[in-house]
């Protein structure tokens, strides 16, 4: 029999209402017990994260926009996803899930995104910044603009008859940016301040050219053609460019965190509506009702009592693992909830296969408590056995599902690995536990009726 059964008690009690705590708040916060008494020691924010799937959203398809023969570097993809991933956090588009798809391609989901143009716009510009001589002449905002970042300094005649102009500079010199009110009080402009060495380029380059025009190029594209009023060597400038809010934001977001590596072009989008993704929420939380209840009774008429505990057993594995999910922050999409309900057959089989044993040593004719005993003994090789497969074959798949960008697929190993791993401790920890108590309370006598052998 068990031992140290009250340690075990207090430690599922402790379990359960942890998770129901988790699995019933949206936030978490602990009172400082030192402090006021509208001080918290410590937050959580435990709102349940929803994939695309589930609430909606777009999921975009990035591809290297390069030719096919040319190789890339595996960094520069990585670099690449996480400008895309810092340039979209920086827009506030929360939840989103950047992943590099294979050798040239980068996945991105945006659950419960509504303004998808700016996004759209935002992570495939390589965000190329160029503050460039162009003399005398004074471009117009969208012109494009052939440059040509060397250091010799004077434009040539390129051989399609275009002026390359020089690039005395390019955004990599830029230290911060800031959005601010255009001072005329018409849209906004960008503050930015030079590092040191672009500060003395820009000081030199300015003390040497003033009245002409230093252009600033976004991606070979005309933004700004302001005239060199006066020296500027404090490092420190504005770009104005009668900016709407949006579009202010969206260019300090490029500034700041830097240009592609690799430039992207957007081969597939896929926008799914919040009603759809309701709908696929509802029908899977339907179904997942329906099942749990075809299965609660199928274990309590076969099992009797062993069938009841596993009940119970099930029921505290479904919130410790809704918690986990919950404070972790993991996405639950549909592949997700059908990995965890595959998880919670796993969890059901494991008690299967003890119940089977235990009814079979009963028959054998062994009192209660040795049946028990052999049960959990007999049935652990298979119980470790099946759900170590099950693991192994979950982190596989979440290989495949990283190196391949299958989010579907990495959804689905995820909660089934943590599934299979919350289902062993319920199995063998819980449900143990609760039958021991249960045969001290009820002391069965007739096996036939209590047991269903």
Known sequence: MIRNLTNRIILIVVVVALALW???????????????????????????????????????????????????????????????????????????????????????????????????????????????????????????????????????????????????????????????????????AIDFLLKANGAQIFGDHTTANTGKALTIVLDKQVISAPVIGDPITGGQGTITGDFTPEEANAFAVQLRYGSLPVPLKIVETRIIGPTLGADSLNKSLLAGGIGMIIVALFMIIYYRMPGVVAVLSILIYAAVAFAVFKWFHFTLTLPGIAGFLLSTGAALDANILIFERLKEELRNGKTLNQAMDQGWTRAWSSIRDSNLAAIITSLILFWFGSAFGATIVKGFSLTLALGVAISLFTAIYVTRTLLVIFVRSFKPQNFERWFGI
């Open 22 to 188: 988790i699995d019933l708040s949206r936030e978490i916060n602990i009172p400082n017990p030192f402090g006021s008494f509208d001080e918290v020691l410590f937050s959580r924010n435990v709102e349940p994260r929803l994939g695309l799937d589930l609430q909606g959203g777009l999921q975009v398809l990035l591809e290297a926009d390069i030719p096919a023969a040319q190789s890339i570097d595996s960094e520069a993809m990585e670099v690449a996803r996480q400008i895309v991933q810092q340039r979209t956090d920086a827009l506030g588009v929360n939840e989103n899930l950047i992943t590099v798809a294979g050798d040239r391609r980068i996945v991105g989901e945006f659950p419960g995104l509504g303004d998808t143009e700016s996004v759209l716009a935002t992570i495939q510009q390589t965000g190329l910044l160029e503050f460039v001589d162009t003399g005398d002449y004074f471009p117009e905002v969208g012109t494009i603009l052939v440059t040509d970042y060397s250091p010799t300094g004077a434009p040539v005649e390129a051989p399609e008859g275009e002026i390359v102009y020089h690039t005395i500079m390019t955004g990599a010199e830029i230290d911060s940016v800031n959005v601010v009110a255009n001072q005329f009080g018409s849209g906004y």
